[in-house]
């Protein structure tokens, strides 16, 4: 069964420490997505990456960052973790052409205090 | 902007029900609408919306697409407890992976 590996499924951290957030895939996909959903503002694209080394800023990547080292692995980096970063976070990938869109990780809820 | 609109943001009803969720959309080059059930972790596919006017069904769940007026329905007909979860619509771009969700619809479907 393919899948999505998101490192963890529930995290608390202390306002101002450096967050890493893992997704590893194992479906050989290209594609790779950050998302964080909220209450009333549904899913909102952070950061993407079409390849290897290759970033993309989303919507909101404000206060994020990325790295993508190996096709299968695509890691968010909170910089200095604040309460309004207090979130779910989903990651994504998916191939070219794929007819089934995206295949996500079972997300991680991040609490920052 | 390209933006995606879910009516109702929640339903409540009893099993045995029928609902129908909406999904609408303005964008500038439509390439396809995906429907995902979510509900305490990752979403999952339903279907994936590409042509006008021809429906999508996979047991008690259909969905439609409308290119002309710009939105999609997602049906559930004899609703059950376990149909109860976030349904969300996204839309793809085309010439990008990068999709535009909707804020969702909660259901709750009670027994």
């Known amino acids: 069964d393919v899948k999505v590996t998101q490192s963890s499924r529930y995290l608390v951290k202390r306002t101002g420490e450096k967050v890493f957030l893992e997704c590893v895939q194992d479906?050989?996909?290209?594609?790779m997505f950050w998302y964080r959903q909220d209450p009333g503002l549904g899913l909102r694209l952070i950061y993407f990456?079409?390849?290897?080394?290759?970033?993309e800023k989303g919507d909101i990547p404000e206060g994020y960052s990325v790295s993508r080292e190996k096709k299968e692995r695509f890691s968010l980096i909170l910089e200095s973790a604040s309460t309004n970063q207090t979130s779910m976070y989903l990651c994504?990938?998916?191939?070219?052409?794929?007819?089934?869109?995206?295949?996500f990780g079972s997300g991680t809820r991040l609490t920052v205090v | 902007e390209d933006k995606v609109v879910q009516s109702p943001l929640s339903l409540v009803v009893h099993e045995g029900d029928t609902v129908t969720l909406n999904c609408s959309y303005e964008v500038t080059n439509f390439r396809s609408l995906l429907w995902y059930k979510q509900e305490k972790k990752a979403p999952t596919f339903l279907f994936m919306l590409t042509s006008s006017g021809i429906e999508k069904k996979s047991g008690r769940l259909s969905s439609i697409l409308d290119k002309k007026e710009l939105f999609s329905i997602l049906n559930i007909t004899a609703t059950q407890t376990g149909d109860s979860a976030v349904y969300l619509c996204?839309?793809?771009?085309?010439?990008?992976?990068?999709?535009?969700f909707g804020t969702g619809t909660r259901l709750k479907v009670l027994a």
């Open positions: 996204a839309e793809i771009t085309s010439g990008t992976y990068k999709y535009i």
């Open positions: 479906m050989d996909h290209e594609n």
């Open positions: 990456s079409y390849d290897v080394k290759m970033k």
């Open positions: 994504a990938s998916t191939a070219g052409g794929t007819s089934r869109g995206y295949t």
